[in-house]
């Protein structure tokens, strides 16, 4: 499996950016995309899955300004980053997993990260 973040960069506070997911490799079709973010000297945060359903879910921190969403043409999953805050600066990661029953269970596949810095 194989997983490659994209689509990091400077933003200002309010900005949006789009991150992608693009994925290879799946043995099939039915995993979730999770995406997590890390901030310098905190750990891994879970903040969006995005389920094979093609339903998604959010982390509080999250909810209302980002938003998933899935190509398969592309084998690419997007994550929309809107209304951006300081504190949304973190490298940002992907990862093949599964929900069950409310929780989600992440493989070991990860991309490489990209990173996002919002600052004025």
Known sequence: VQLVESGGGWVQPG???RL???YSGL???GYDIGWFRQAPGKSRERIAVHEATGTSYYADSVKGRFSTSKDD???TV???MN???PEDTAVYYCNTGTTYRGTYYGTDSWGQGTQVTVSS
Do not use: D, E, T, V
Request: glycine residues 6%.
């Open 27 to 29: 043995p099939f079709s």
């Open 20 to 22: 992608s997911c693009r």
């Open 15 to 17: 900005g949006s950016l």
């Open 83 to 85: 209304n951006l805050k």
């Open 78 to 80: 997007y994550l929309q």
């Open 73 to 75: 043409a592309k084998n």
